[in-house]
């Protein structure tokens, strides 16, 4: 009477969990192989080889080498992800065959809405601005880079000039915010509510 | 409700179980560990601590009951009720103060039909012998059932918890686009409206609460049940009929409330007053129906809710 | 092994330049396996097998079935790339035991978890939904306007319409809900009914 009788979901990361505790063993080339996809999967501006050593804990030499040849097994196997090198570093790029199909889906506007990290980005920018990336990340406790390039490529924020103190970029909101926010002016904002903490108050999504 | 009686009801012989719903029995052994009469024996108190169970946090009333339930290593039964029907309200009395009124009250309406199980003596095996015991099993099988209620979705809580701790760890592709693609995006849309987008905001910017609520608190503040009784006893005498309002009118502080409510069930055990609260919720009407200089009936505080 | 690779490995490599002129055979397997590839990429929120069937014009059914499939074999491979279903559609994820090195470059690595009084209270709104505060209030047995609030304002629940008998408002989960417990939909959770007293005046109080 007393068991907890939920019954256990099927999770296959429960097993996989396990695994974490050894840790993977990078030594191993599919390891690390596979190490480097999931980093480069979350990467939003291309990864140089020394950085990749470095969060890996192995030699440039060997990153390299690995990149190189999962960049030709990729391109090989015709995958529709291409692992190339531009720039100063690496990144997964669509491959150019099936580019025609991710244009229709961006013009179907699979991204046209806010992501949520996005949307709550854009409302510490607008309460707070001007106001450098550094203030916002603090804010949201978490990293705002990606997310601050896309706002700025969807024209809702904009840059205007440097903090005085840090030397940060400072970001405002634009017109286009306002358009989209049915606004005429920021004074038209609602009021936010007293930022009292709250016991039932959850953490940051 | 009328009048009790106390007295009459005696631990009865152990029978099969009332009308109750069926579940599982409680074990022998656990009845005979939390024998009332073993623990309303004062020698059982003084010196040694009331508070041998420290809990660090909780949510409510349910989950309380079950933190004592569990912190005596019993199954969730009627009779774990009953063990832990002076814990909780240790615990009333000593949080009394940290409290809202909010908060108090769905601790009280618990307390308050714990008290009344443990004042009619009333064991999980219940005999029925009129419309007032029938009355007290509904009250008991609605507070187990919720009980159990509240666990199962505790115990999903924890699991969604378990679920949460999975989801992160895998993170998912959320990247800029490649600049190819970046004249291709229609319009943006914000999807919200003005008030939404400022709730957000609210929830970004609020500081983040502690983990736990303190309870260093706890012992800090004393309140005299009996003083209370007195000061009722007198009133009621006076002016024969008085509301729950009425009666805490002038209490500053919550645990004084809290003091003053246990003190009318303290009354009520003496049979000198009667309730009437005609809707769930309603104003509590308070009537004395004693003798004006019927004799005090001493209690010993500690021993009945600490 | 760790290769988000398309499974055949014999598509001839020559005629690829000319493919690209009329465009990716999507009636092959491996290639329809690739272009997901390349839209599952791009995309920032999960993508319905709807949404894909359409870019693609193929029938749901073998969009699903695809899906599945490359799904297994990442895993089965091992790659570092994780493809979920999880809210309403499919996306990539990172693989969890590659979460540490991930963590490295992502200053978001520690997520928030939701507390206590926030799991019980989407536990109650998610299989009771539509539910009212009161209700939700009654089984927490503490009041939980704060907590509802906080989670509105995440967007883990929203409201939609009120009941009837007593004009309260109703709530529900959301898709962000599904995604933050990396459930693909509501019907993956366990029943909770083996859990509950058969006491029907509960739902009285």
Known sequence: ?205 | MTTPDATRREPAEPVPPGPAPARTEPARTEQAQVDPAQRADPADHGTSGRFKVKLTNFEGPFDLLLQLISAHTLDVTEVALHTVTDDFIAYIRAMGDAWDLDETTEFLVIAATLLDLKAARLLPQGDVEDEEDLALLEARDLLFARLLQYRAYKQVAALFGELEKGAQRRYPRSVALEPRYEGLLPEVMLGVTPKRFADIAAAVFRPKPPRTVSLTHLHVARVSVRDHVNVMRERLIAAGQLTFSELVADCEETLDVVARFLGLLELYRETVLAFDQPDPLGELVVRWIGDEDAPVVEFDEDEEYG
Chains 1, 3 share one sequence.
């Not at chain 1, 999770?11 to 596979?34: C, I, K, N, Q, R």
């Not at chain 1, 969807?154 to 049915?182: H, K, Q």
């Open chain 1, 1 to 205: 009477m007393s068991e907890p009788v939920v019954a256990e979901p099927d999770l296959p990361e429960e097993a996989e969990a396990e695994v974490v505790e050894t840790g993977p063993d990078l030594s191993d080339d599919a390891e690390l192989e596979a190490a480097l996809e999931s980093v480069l999967l979350v990467i939003d501006s291309p990864a140089g080889e020394k950085l990749l050593a470095e969060v890996f804990g192995q030699s440039v030499k060997r990153v390299t080498q690995t990149l190189k040849r999962m960049s030709a097994r990729y391109t090989e196997s015709g995958s529709g992800i291409d692992l190339r090198r531009i720039g100063d570093g690496w990144r997964f790029y669509t491959r150019d065959r099936y580019a025609p199909y991710v244009e229709k889906l961006l013009l179907d506007g699979q991204r046209a809405k806010l992501t949520r990290a996005a949307l709550e980005t854009l409302a510490v920018i607008a309460y707070r601005q001007p106001v450098t990336r550094a203030r916002i990340a603090a804010v949201r406790g978490v990293n705002v880079d990606g997310v601050i390039r896309t706002l700025v490529a969807r024209g809702l924020i904009s840059e205007i000039g440097t903090d005085s103190d840090t030397g940060g970029i400072l970001y405002r909101t634009t017109e286009l915010f306002l358009e989209r926010l049915g606004l005429s002016s920021l004074a038209d904002l609602p009021p936010i509510a007293p930022l009292l903490p709250e016991v039932d108050a959850i953490d940051d999504v």
